[in-house]
Structures are given as structure tokens and as C-alpha cells.
């Protein structure tokens, strides 16, 4: 008996560094007698969006184990694990009069593109 079982992988968190202000607990005298708190910064990082062309392999590791694991528990051995890999790309032409153009064409412009890890297939087996 042989079983697919399929693995996504998700893309990376992009991070980005969030200065915020945090009270020390002390307070100062104002120059009206008035208390006023006093404050410090701190940073920290703050997820800012998910990034388009790297994979969270960490994520991806640990939920490859995870799918071994739970085949195993059924009594599968692991025969294999095949990657499939997606693409994209993005490009950019210019048109002589100075205007832009997104139709791949003409001009002059820029063009990338790149792939990445979409998911991983782990091929099983279990004798019956």
C-alpha cells in the first residue's frame, strides 16, 4: 500500500524593527509641580508583511517531521521526499516616450524572475 502525503511550504514573515516608548515606573517633578512619568524606548521587532520569494524553512522542517511522524504512527516507512518548485517573476518595459508600459515589450526595462520551494510530496509505504 503506498500514500501521498502532500507538505506546503509558507513563505517568511518579514520583519521590521518598532521603536515604542514604555514607562520606567519613576516620575519627575514638572516645572509647574505637576508629576510627569518617565518614559524610555525600546525596540522590538513587529511582523510587517510576508515576503515573496523566501520560504520559512524552519516552518517547512517541522512540518516535513510532523507528516513522517504521523505516517510512521500508521505504520508507513518513507520510500521518498520530492520537492515541487513553483516560479514568479516581475518585469517592468519602458516606452521611448518616457511613459511606462507593462506589456513585456519594446523599450528598454527590467526583468527578474526566480523560484522557490512550493511544497514537498513525502512518498510512503506499508506492507500488508
Known sequence: MKKVIHVPAYFSPVMKRKTKKVPTGEYKTGIFGGQKEILKKEDEWVQSGISKSEIDSARLAKDLEESIRSAEVDGFAVISVIPIIS?????????????????????????????YTDSLLVLCSKDT
Open 87 to 115: 516560479g514568479s517573476y516581475n518585469h517592468e518595459s519602458k516606452i521611448a516616450s518616457g511613459g511606462t508600459e507593462n506589456k513585456g515589450y519594446g523599450g528598454y526595462g527590467y526583468g527578474y524572475g526566480y523560484s
